[in-house]
């Protein structure tokens, strides 16, 4: 019952933010403080009564679970459940919830009432994604979420903020289509072996189905999940997306709905067809050296910044997609905290971003430089998230990559020594957009006199990123324990699942 | 006492995070104090456990701390550990100590400088940082060490930033040192995936038991470290970001990419010795490397007119002579160098440094002259640091310790004659393009008008580093002088093998004395020819056509930078800038232009007009007919 009452919490506390908004603006943004305050004390509170994994590996790594009929003629449950990669999203996604309403404070300044339940509103819908059982229920929120997010970037985007908005639309749109089909072809081929309609996922998984079905199957959920990863070639609305979005726009899009797509295949899609996905395995691991390469060597070619740091984030996912297809623990694990880490260093990368653009009125790379003797707290923090981006062992990005590589390194040398060239395209690209934002001489096409530089709220809230991101690179240990069993239960399901069919 | 050992790594890490997080707060006498202050007593630290370790050494030789398991998941549980032996306690000492008077002399000269805060805050997070790398028991907490001096080092090198060309040198040592450190990144996975373990001594001792000499997975391991090694110590072909590394501050050349951090390729190879050994062949390359680069570097410095250009060439030259150590096995003699050439070269470059200063930011030499009677300080520790580079006979540590470099190149078995005539030529290219410099800057006519002079600090860290320029040498002297000092190799060969070099008779050895020694004078007698008292011959043959076109190919490092341009950062850039707005949204702009074209096609059909309508229905009904009729 906790999990529907985390995401009661967060449906009246957007309905509360709506309501209040039409008050004062600053009950608005209170109102929605308070609510992912409360969201974070449940999150808190079921991670440290579960922090010892013994206890939580009897029951297959699940926390907690909840189920109510809600369509039965159809077999479609409301079915909740929580393990540790779902706890860990979303501690994830509250956090930058948190973050983003703080970000906003200033840059939001027209219907901020609107604004706050669209964006409490997604992440309801999040958290339904992260939790949902029921593959029905699951593409339900799947669906949900996108709506507020469309207008958080169709009403408080930049200049070129409806192709952004209609894009984004789209092609997330018209992947969780062909999800849509994936799900109920799997639910039919259930139906067809066992007489019952269901989409229980428990009791999906390791449905009997020929090998072309299970591929096509698999390729369905395969290709929404990859839109949303985003992975190479399915990438192209992020960039748009990401710069057209407002601050906080982009701080939960790379921060959270990318995360939905890596979670759809940590959950869905290889559990699901692990054969088919095995089979799969070598185009998935190419697309994702593909997209570490390239998602890095376009990234450095832009001269907006913020299409830069959206270009890096189809970089860094890469290696989630990387670990996902290595299959195993040490992988998975890696994987998970690469999202981690890139949640938090790219959110506080776009913040950085955004607070630049509402002093300096550009986001063009080409119009700044010699920003640091005039920002010298952004320049230092934006030097600090660069080289965390960058992979530089003791921030939290290192880690997960590392672990990535590893496990995937197990699983193919070749895939996992082409990603390891990542680590030169993220140096490239984190040096030059920070000479050429924060160094070299002052440029004349900013008025510098009046820039203020960070003031107290923004320097707390980066001051917790910092941290956050230094505890993740030198003692991550309690995420990956609380992460442990639900991913083994994972990892062993799959082994279960091919032992039986082969 | 050992069990302190962390806090010898945590006391500069503090200093950072001191200087930090009250930048506001502290003058800039605070500023020195913290930032001085907290090296020196991580200096004070070390040499009290050092002594400890000496005068009680423990069991095994080594002392193991660990701090915490960094992460763990399954059997990969790399942890926070220290080790602490023979090998890290020199290396220990020298970045402790001559990180501490390169501090104290960077107090008086980063004086007028505006950041010095940030100065000292880079400054104590690289000497944390690689004290993490030598004290590291775990390769992959050594590599937090090695990836943390590689930043320091890009942030130490872009100091100046407001001067683009000086971000653009730090951006290329970062980016060329990562290349090298992808080869590092592998050679983890494969060590680990192999070895199950990233415990540097477990996992030498599990190669030793698994792999036989010479066997693929070894030889894979090796020159991947070496990767590694060559882009952090500048060896072919990753020497070409040194030259350009000299844009930072000259105690941070003296420093970082003189003393200490360069050396970590060094370190990295002795430190997992028994991985090379395994790979014979790569080692065999490690020798060929070496040599190859001290030539390279050697005749480039000759070509070069900056002070600081010099002494950077010459820093990947005589780092050659210790790759070319290893290469051959005689891995105590590596160390030996590496200890000499911290205190040298240091002394030569604060000792540049003070020209530099007095002279107005002028690096060019040519433009200096006669500063022996009007800097006497800096002429005479820039003096006895040339001494010792090249290797003046008997009375320098930089003798001493070429010496048995080259001694052991020859008598090696893994070594021989060629390699042998290599570093002799090597070193007679030292002393001709030290002194070179020596003649040239400090004799003959003034040219520039001395300014500022050195103050107190700079002067003891000068005198210090010049006594240590000569004494250091006496830890190690060849038998035939007299019975002989092996301190040094003995005490390491608690580490580090025995020296593969085989004893050769005595008059094997004097003849190879009376090389070195002839080769180490006839190069300053030719310098002296060449650039103090000049021949008109010497003047024409050197102004010729083809003497001007090798000055410019030596001058610029053999064009390595030129192809690297053109074979990688080009193309890179062009593809980048070329591809900016991404070549495959085209498809989905396509696709989104065609169902726009398709929309504006059907939309001219529903034009409202009745006739028309009646009209398609009519050819509709007419065509269908037809396709009944005709099939």
């Known amino acids: 019952m906790i999990l529907v009452w985390l995401l009661i919490v967060l449906i009246v506390g957007g309905l509360a933010a709506l309501a209040a908004g039409s008050w004062s603006a600053n009950a608005s943004r209170w109102v929605s403080i308070l609510t992912f305050l409360i969201g974070l004390a449940i999150g808190l509170y079921l991670w440290v009564t579960h922090a010892d994994a013994v206890t939580v590996a009897q029951t297959g790594g699940w926390i907690v679970r909840f189920k109510v009929p809600w369509i039965p003629r159809f077999g479609i449950d409301f079915q909740l459940g929580l393990d540790g990669l779902s706890l860990m999203l979303i501690m994830l996604s509250l956090f930058l919830g948190l973050v983003s309403v703080i970000t906003s404070w200033s840059e939001i300044r027209e219907q901020v009432g609107f604004f706050h339940f669209n964006l409490v509103w997604t992440l309801a819908g999040t958290l339904g994604v992260f939790m949902a059982l029921d593959l029905f229920l699951f593409f339900a929120f799947w669906e949900a979420m996108l709506v507020p997010m469309y207008f958080l970037i169709a009403l408080w985007g930049h200049e070129n903020r409806r192709y952004a908005a209609n894009k984004f639309f789209l092609f997330t749109f018209g992947s969780g289509l062909l999800m849509l089909v994936a799900i109920i072809a799997l639910a039919t081929i259930h139906f067809a072996d066992t007489g019952t309609l269901t989409f229980d996922y428990f009791a999906l998984l390791g449905t009997k189905m020929s090998a072309t079905a299970a591929a096509f199957t698999m390729l369905g959920f395969f290709l929404a999940f990859a839109v949303k990863l985003p992975a190479v070639p399915f990438h192209t609305w992020l960039p748009d997306a990401h710069t057209e979005a407002p601050t906080a726009g982009s701080v939960i899009l790379a921060g959270v709905l990318l995360k939905t797509g890596a979670y759809g295949l940590y959950r869905f899609a290889v559990p699901l067809f692990p054969e088919a996905a095995m089979n799969f395995a070598p185009i998935a691991m190419t697309l994702a050296v593909i997209s570490i390469l390239y998602g890095g060597i376009v990234a450095f070619g832009q001269s907006d910044l913020k299409r830069l740091v959206a270009y890096t984030s189809v970089s860094h996912l890469g290696f989630v997609l990387l670990a996902v297809y290595a299959s195993n623990v040490l992988a998975l694990q890696g994987g998970v905290l690469v999202m981690m880490a890139h949640g938090i260093t790219t959110g506080a990368l776009f913040m950085l971003v955004g607070a630049l653009q509402e002093r300096t009125h550009t986001r063009e790379m080409s119009r700044m430089g010699g920003l640091w003797p005039h920002l010298p707290r952004m320049a230092g923090i934006g030097m600090f998230f660069a080289i965390a981006a960058l992979g530089l062992p003791g921030l939290s990005n290192f880690v997960g990559e590392l672990m990535s590589l590893l496990g995937t390194f197990r699983a193919s040398m070749g895939f996992a020594s082409a990603a390891a060239l990542g680590l030169i395209v993220a140096v490239i690209y984190s040096l030059y957009w920070m000479q050429r934002v924060f160094q070299g001489p002052t440029g004349t096409q900013i008025e510098v006199a009046g820039l203020s530089d960070f003031g107290a709220r923004e320097l707390g809230t980066m001051a917790a990123m910092v941290i956050i991101t230094i505890w993740i690179g030198v003692y991550p240990q309690p995420i990956i324990d609380i992460l442990d069993p639900a991913l083994t239960g994972m990892r062993e399901t799959i082994t279960v699942t091919m032992m039986s069919e082969g | ?631």
């Open chain 2, 1 to 631: 006492m050992l069990h302190l050992l962390w806090l010898v790594p945590l006391l500069p890490l503090l200093g950072f995070t001191t200087l930090v997080l009250l930048q506001r707060v502290l003058s800039r006498t605070a500023t020195a104090i913290v930032g001085v202050g907290s090296v020196g007593l991580s200096c004070a630290l070390a040499l009290a456990i050092a002594s400890n370790f000496l005068l009680a050494p423990p069991m095994g030789g080594a002392f193991t701390q660990t701090l915490w398991t960094w992460m763990q998941v399954g059997d990969f549980a790399p942890s926070i550990s220290l080790r602490f032996d023979a090998l890290s306690l020199v290396m220990m000492l020298v970045i402790t100590v001559v990180g501490f008077f390169i501090h104290l002399y960077s107090a008086e000269f980063m004086a007028a400088d505006r950041s010095y805060l940030r100065f000292f805050a880079y400054m104590n997070l690289f000497v944390a940082s690689m004290l993490v790398l030598v004290l590291a028991g775990d390769l992959l907490f050594l590599f937090l060490g090695w990836e943390g001096v590689g930043l320091c080092s890009y942030l130490l090198i872009a100091f100046w930033h407001e001067d683009p060309h000086n971000c653009v040198c730090g951006r290329k040592a970062f980016i060329v040192t990562r290349i090298g450190d992808v080869g590092f990144l592998i050679a983890l996975l494969l060590i680990f995936t192999e070895l199950g373990s990233l415990d540097i001594h477990t996992l030498m001792q599990h190669a030793s038991a698994q792999w036989p000499v010479g066997s693929p997975v070894a030889i894979a391991t090796a020159v991947l470290l070496l990767a590694g090694a060559l882009g952090k110590s500048a060896q072919v072909p990753l020497q070409t970001w040194l030259p350009e590394a000299m844009a930072g501050p000259t105690p941070v050349s003296a420093l970082i990419h003189a003393a200490t951090m360069v050396t970590a390729g060094m370190y990295l190879i002795a430190r997992t010795h028994t991985l090379f050994e395994l790979a014979p062949p790569v080692l065999l390359a490690v020798a060929i490397i070496g040599v190859l680069t001290l030539l390279i570097s050697g005749f480039s410095a000759l070509a070069q007119n900056d002070i600081k250009r010099i002494l950077a060439y010459s820093t990947i030259s005589q780092i050659g002579y210790m790759f070319l150590a290893l290469g051959v096995g005689a891995w105590a003699a590596a160390i030996f160098h590496f200890l000499t050439h911290a205190f040298f070269k240091a002394l030569l470059f604060l000792s540049a440094g003070v020209v530099i200063q007095a002279l107005d930011e002028e690096h060019d030499i040519h433009r200096m002259g006669g500063l022996r009677t009007r800097l006497p300080a800096a002429f005479w520790s820039y003096l006895i640091g040339s001494a010792s580079l090249a290797a003046v006979p008997l009375i320098t540590a930089g003798f001493y310790s070429k010496d048995l470099i080259i001694a052991s190149v020859w008598s090696s078995p893994l070594g021989g004659p060629w390699l042998w005539a290599g570093a002799v030529l090597g070193a007679f290219l030292t002393s001709v393009y030290i002194f070179r410099s020596v003649f040239i800057a400090f004799f003959g006519e003034p040219r520039t008008l001395v300014g500022q002079r050195p103050r107190a600090r700079a002067l003891i860290a000068l005198t210090v580093l010049s006594i240590g320029a000569l004494v250091i040498g006496f830890l190690e002297i060849p038998d035939i002088f007299g019975g002989g000092v092996h301190v040094l190799s003995e005490f390491l060969q608690q580490t580090l093998p025995r020296s593969a070099a085989r004893p050769e008779p005595a008059r094997v050895e004097w003849l190879l004395e009376l090389v070195t020694v002839c080769i180490s004078i006839a190069g300053i007698y030719l310098a002296y020819r060449l650039f103090l008292r000049r021949k008109p011959e010497a003047e024409a043959l050197a102004s010729t056509e083809d003497a001007n076109l090798l000055r410019r190919f030596w001058g610029s490092g053999f064009g390595f930078d030129w192809v690297y341009y053109r074979v990688l950062v080009g193309p890179y850039e062009w593809f980048a800038r070329v591809n900016r707005r991404d070549v495959l949204d085209v498809f989905y702009n396509t696709l989104a232009a065609i169902s726009r074209m398709l929309y504006g096609m059907l939309r001219q059909t529903q034009t409202g007009n009745l006739r028309w309508y009646m009209g398609v229905l009519a050819a509709g009904g007419v065509v269908l007919v037809a396709i009944v009729v005709l099939t």
